[in-house]
């Protein structure tokens, strides 16, 4: 399957169907005014991009198209995660969460819960990738 990629604004109008599927174009463009300034046609726009990536679909109910993700978030997640680190840091990890920590980015609680998610791999909870 080809990966999916998204651009900024396609991620404001992905993330919104994710955590609230079957909207419409009149209340996306709602959701999304304040924080973008987005008229109706832009989000028209964006959705059809969107469905050509085949990341979206919709069912018609009555005249209005209401939108649903058919990719979970978790795979365009991965996807961009990897595209990300390797093109920032050369696909290393440890070198991104060294910068993170460097710049003191990271909150005490983040901290634990990375240590959490190591301890856990290391137990074989997490995918060994290796």
Request: proline share 2%; charged share 30%; no cysteine.
């Amino acid at each position: 399957m080809e990966r999916i990629q998204l651009s900024e604004g396609e991620w404001k109008i992905m993330n919104r169907l994710w955590d609230a599927p079957y909207r419409t174009i009149r209340q996306l463009t709602e959701d999304l005014y304040e924080e973008t300034g987005w008229d109706k046609h832009t989000v028209i726009t964006l959705l059809n991009r969107i469905e050509k990536k085949g990341a979206l679909s919709y069912r018609q109910n009555g005249r209005a198209k209401e939108f649903y993700p058919i990719v979970p978030r978790e795979e365009i997640s991965r996807s961009e995660t990897k595209k990300f680190l390797q093109k920032v840091y050369q696909g290393s990890l440890s070198m991104m969460v060294h910068s993170m920590v460097e710049q003191n980015s990271l909150s005490g609680e983040e901290i634990d819960e990375l240590y959490q998610i190591l301890k856990e791999s290391r137990r074989g909870g997490g995918k060994n990738n290796g």
